[in-house]
Structure formats: C-alpha cells, structure tokens
C-alpha cells in the first residue's frame, strides 16, 4: 500500500521520459528497481546528468572520469539552492575532491549553524542532558554517503551522480522529508587518481578485445588497501577525508562498495538510494554506520 502510494505522488510529478526509459532499459533485471528509483522527475531549472555528460549513469560501455563527474556536481551546484558543492582539496596527483551538501534551501544558507551544532553533539563531555536535547531540537543530522573508496568498484560514482538530482528536485513527501529533515552530503570519488586510472584501463581494454593490464595502483603510493591507511594516514586522500568527518561529524556514514568491475550503476544506483532512504528517516539522531552490501 505504501508503495503504491509513493509511485502515484511521484506521478504527479513531471517525468523526464526519455531518462525514466532508459533507466528501466538498462536495468538487466526489475528486481533491481523500485518505485523509488525506476523513474526520475523533470525539473526544468536542474540538469539531469543526461543534460551534463551526454549519457545516463549506467549505459552499457560508458564510465565516467573525475572531471566529470566533479563537472556535474558543479552544475546542479549552479542550478539548485539546495545543492552546495565544497572543495576539499586535491589528491597526490592534483584530482579534485569534492562534497556537496543537499538539504532544501534554508538549511543550506545555514550550514555552519548545523555543523556547529552536529559538533556539540558529537562531544557529549561539553553538554548536559537539557542542553542537548535543546541542540537536538534545533539541530538537523548529517549524513555521509562516499564512492569509490575501491577504485575497480566503478558502480557509485555513476549512481550518486543520478541520487544527487533526485534529491535535489523530487517532490514526494519521503524525498522532501529527507531534504527537510536531514543534510546529505555526497563525496562521489574518494580514490579519485585510482578511479580515473580504472576508466583509463576500461576504456582501453573495451578498444583491445578485453586484453590489457589490470590496476596495479590505485593511488600514487598506494597498490591495494587505501582504506586501511585509517590509523597511519599516510595518504592525502585518508587525511582529506578524515579531515572532512571532523570537521562535519555526520549522525551516519555510508561507504558505497560494488562488485568488481562489472558493477552494474543501476543496481547500485537502487540499493544506495533505499539505505539512504532507509537510514535517514528511521533514526536520524542517533549514532550510526552503515556499509552498503557488497
């Protein structure tokens, strides 16, 4: 019943048709859709990614590089007050790092009143029990979805490219109570010279028969493992985004992973939208992490 009610407000709602058919083409199966992503709503103010790069996130044959993907993130950034992009600094080989801040429109022009107040809480040693119910009463939680941590899992950064316009411009209730309840940021590319260095080699075997090499380093220092640099930081991207959780100390954290790497973007882009869905208006103040499946 809640389902069905869901897709009949999402009808209400103007479709980008063409975008919405090629979602369902290019899901191999329907079991790997849902009412909540097997279409996507038209704005005319927001460019959809079609808009931007000339393709949809998980066409057969198409990855997207860095530059790209940042280039998208940017456009809606220009095109909705509910989207914010910050830049966080660049990698060891000069990539850009990125998050961008999705909330409606208010809660965007107060950001560093929220943070101020997500950080509070975060140290309870500070706060007496009134004061920070006060806090919560007037805070709003943050949520951190990343891609990409894995640079041969080449599905999240297609999708969250597509759930960042989604939450941007959706009108149903549940995409506007997330909006109005909660601050999404999105990091599309955590391993940003490993991603670009996997399209490169896609992109080369796809032109050779499915011959050449494979990826031997993911960073500039780094072959394998980047994500176990957590105690020792030895890597610019494990200090930029440690960095980034401090300085905004989100409620809840999602590192999206995906198979290797025939990942396919549609799956992705619905499992990562129903955990976002799922985690943001069950308990959005409460301490939580979350790891998408693998």
Known sequence: MVHA????????????????????????EPRFNTELTDHLPADPRVPTPFKVLGYVPGTVGRLSYVADITRYFRALDEASPRVKVFDLGTSDEGRPMIVAAIA???????LDRYRDITAALADPRRLTADSAQRLIATGKPIYYATG??????????????ELAYRLATEDTPLIRQIRDSIITLITPVTEVDGRDRMVDIYRYRKANKNIGP???YWGKYTAHDNNRDGMVMSQVLTRTMMNTFFACTPRCCMISTSPSPSSIPPQERDRTTESLIRSSSANGTSWRFRRSPS
């Open 5 to 28: 009610v869901i897709a009949l407000l999402a009808l209400q709602q103007p479709l980008d048709s063409a975008y919405t058919a090629k979602i369902r083409e290019l899901t191999t």
């Open 104 to 110: 409606d429109s208010a809660t965007i022009t107060q």
């Open 148 to 161: 990409s941590i894995h640079s041969p899992e080449t599905g999240s950064p297609e999708m969250l490219m």
């Open 214 to 216: 494979g990826l031997i």
